[in-house]
């Protein structure tokens, strides 16, 4: 991940966590938490404000949770009353495995080239028969804005990503819009894969 991404997160935390912590994310969590016994492990891989980990973890779910920028871990691990690891995509290195994988608008901060290869190792981190969730801005391209990087995809573009990932199976595709109300005009790509 870009340092200036980084940056950006740590730079602008508190306004950052305000505006995301109190979405709703109802849609995203059902076809997820449908594939996951009660009290299953979840790694939340790029919380940042730790909205999502709290929601899994108030539903009974053992949560563990990272992200890149030390100044969103210290908000996010005060949101969820535990320690939330300060570790990159590309520094992931867990002792655990997990029955689900939730990377919601963090993997876009990834660059093309290193993407697939962040999915593998996240990959290895799931249990057989275990869900990865993961989200992107929807459409075919790559841009910056206010100092961060943002990657991109569309079905087409994720099928090519993951086809040499020949673990993972794509349980469910869809593209919903923004939950902001600010920004209703932007559309994500939302995929639910499977560790076969």
């Not at 299953?40 to 790029?46: E, N, Q, W």
């Not at 080239?113 to 028969?129: C, D, K, S, W």
């Not at 943002?150 to 919903?176: M, Y």
Request: with cysteine; proline share 2%.
């Amino acid at each position: 991940m870009e340092s200036s991404t980084i940056q950006y997160y740590n730079k602008n935390a508190q306004t950052y966590f305000e505006s995301t912590v109190s979405l709703d994310m109802g849609k995203l969590y059902e076809p997820f938490l449908q594939h996951l016994k009660p009290g299953a492990k979840i790694l939340d891989a790029g919380c940042g404000s730790g909205r999502d980990s709290l929601f899994f973890k108030n539903h009974g779910f053992q949560v563990t949770a990272f992200d890149a920028s030390e100044e969103m871990v210290k908000l996010a691990s005060q949101l969820l009353g535990q320690r939330v690891l300060h570790m990159s995509f590309e520094d992931l290195d867990l002792p655990e495995t997990y029955d689900g994988i939730w990377a919601c608008a963090s993997l876009l901060h990834v660059k093309r080239a290193e993407l697939r290869n962040v999915i593998a190792r996240l990959t290895q981190h799931l249990n057989t028969g275990g869900m990865l969730y993961m989200s992107f801005k929807y459409g075919g391209g790559e841009y910056w804005k206010d100092g961060r990087y943002f990657h991109c995809l569309d079905e087409i573009g994720l099928h090519k990503t993951i086809e040499r990932i020949p673990e993972l199976k794509v349980a469910q595709l869809f593209v919903s819009i923004d939950v902001r109300s600010d920004r209703t005009e932007e559309r994500w790509l939302n995929a639910y894969l499977v560790r076969g």
